[in-house]
């Protein structure tokens, strides 16, 4: 969003209602960063720390701040591969990826960066949508309607109602939800930020409203067919006794134009691109007595079953890789691309990425996500569930972060940026790490969890886990979605 014409009575005026005055030099300092004056005002109210009268020293010091900060950001690069580096792009573009980036070193410090962050982050997204005041000023604006953003720090039953207790980086405050409200209440997540509008009676909001950060009802979506499909998998868990072998070598056989009838051709022929979510190999010691379900013992040599599988794909298809909780990198998120001794293992149609991943193909905003959240969000809301990953998936949209619950099962690296927050729209968004299969568009964007490549193991047998095994999404940029089916068929 560009600003135009800020001006100091405007920055000024910002200042009084969270408590501070400024002195007109520092007032026009901040106006001259223009669109970014937003960031900058908020962040010296932080470091503010009980003084009267904001000076130019101190906005100095915070621009001097968020450029350091700016500074460890990843910048758009393109995918390169190690072993040939190749002039042109492919049509592949990195967004945004922690590879190579990453800053956490675990420290107290780091979790209040990485939250004020994301509280930053989400908040921003919310103000496009609402005008919300700071929690520390909601009692001067008794009797009126007022709009707050903030974490939720707790959310708890009161008969019929639900309280929600909100914190921004000026206070904390508890939100009454009843009827409708109440509802929406019940399913908020600790530590995912949304906005609350209602009316202040005594020290507790009265909600009326609670708003989610979400995506545009337009939303993103690419709307313009083109001449070329992208195939979406997930979790082929080589190494595995349950590897689906006869499966895989089917759907070679398809890609290559061995099977399918003419049209299964035509559509196999216009696959420009394969894009896997994750969980590559089965790994090792990932789950109690893992090694009854494994036909490769040795981490390396499952990587090198995974590099001879991928490598039976016609070299005509870009294949990228993202990796899952059963690779081998860091079970933290965000996940690094997999290791170089591993990626040099795979041929140069291969491109690997971290988890997440934010990549263009031709143009296409593809966001790619292992899915390791999807547990907590099944386990937290009862009418969500592992059959239907898309409804969740479009939680995930709503909330415009990839993993709204802190502290469950998916752990979380407090990485100086939150970098799982859903910054920009994509066009698609995919998963999988549930191994069932589901698609669906929500407001313009396409979602996938893309199934599997393993049967069912005796360890998913115990949890009652029922996985839907070989099937694959094709997507035709436009809408057009077929889904193919490589098991029990
Ligand atoms: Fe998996």
Redesign the pocket.
């Known amino acids: 969003m560009v600003i135009k014409n800020i001006d100091v009575a405007t920055v000024a005026k910002k200042f009084l209602v969270r408590g501070y005055n400024i002195n007109p030099k520092a007032a026009e300092l901040i106006c001259s960063f223009g669109e970014f004056y937003e960031e900058i005002i908020s962040e010296v109210c932080k470091m503010a720390d009980g003084k009267f009268i904001i000076g130019e020293e101190d906005v100095k010091a915070v621009v001097e701040k968020i450029k350091a900060r700016k500074s460890v950001k990843p910048e758009v690069r393109e995918v390169k591969k190690e072993k040939s580096e190749k002039k042109e792009n492919n049509g592949l573009r990195v967004i945004r990826d922690i590879t190579g980036i990453s800053v956490c070193e675990g420290k107290v410090e780091d979790f209040v960066c990485y939250f004020n962050s994301r509280l930053e982050k989400l908040s921003r997204i919310l103000r496009t949508r609402m005008h919300p005041v700071p929690i520390a000023y909601v009692g001067k604006r008794k009797m009126e309607k007022v709009s707050v953003v903030g974490m939720v720090t707790n959310v708890w039953e009161r008969g019929d109602r639900y309280v929600v207790q909100l914190e921004d980086s000026t206070g904390s405050l508890n939100c009454v939800a009843s009827g409708k409200t109440a509802e929406i209440a019940s399913e908020l997540l600790g530590d995912e930020v949304v906005g609350v509008t209602g009316t202040l009676r005594g020290n507790t909001l009265i909600a009326d409203r609670i708003v989610f950060p979400d995506v545009p009802v337009n939303g993103n979506g690419e709307k313009t067919k083109r001449d070329f499909s992208i195939i979406f998998i997930?979790?082929t868990?080589f190494g595995s006794k349950e590897f689906l072998e006869k499966e895989w070598k089917l759907f070679v056989k398809w890609l290559n134009g061995e099977v399918g009838g003419e049209k299964g051709q035509k559509l196999a022929e216009s696959v420009k691109y394969i894009v896997i979510a994750?969980?590559i190999v089965d790994g090792i010691g990932v789950y109690p007595e893992q090694e009854k379900d494994l036909a490769i013992m040795d981490i390396y040599g499952q990587y090198e079953s995974a590099a001879a599988h991928i490598d039976d794909i016609p070299k005509r298809i870009r294949v990228v890789i993202s990796p899952?909780?059963?690779d081998a990198v860091r079970q933290a998120e965000p996940q690094p691309a997999l290791p170089s001794e591993i990626r040099k293992l795979f041929s140069n149609n291969v491109y690997h990425v971290g988890n997440p991943a934010y990549i263009e193909i031709e143009g296409i905003k593809v966001l790619i996500y292992h899915g390791r959240s999807i547990d907590d969000m099944v386990a937290k809301i009862p009418r969500l569930s592992y059959e239907e990953p898309q409804k969740v998936m479009e939680e995930l949209l709503k909330r415009r972060h990839l993993s709204p619950m802190y502290g469950g099962r998916s752990p979380v690296a407090p990485e100086k940026e939150d970098y799982l927050v859903i910054d920009e729209v994509p066009d698609i968004l995919h998963c999988?790490?549930i191994?069932t299969y589901g698609t669906g568009f929500y407001r313009g964007v396409f979602m996938v969890n893309s199934s599997?490549w393993?049967a069912q193991t005796e360890f998913q047998k115990k949890v009652n886990l029922n996985p839907m095994p070989g099937n694959v999404a094709v997507y035709r940029p436009g809408g057009e979605v077929v889904r193919l089916r490589f098991y029990g068929e």
């Open positions: 997930s979790d868990h994750g969980d899952g909780n059963h999988g790490h191994h599997t393993q």
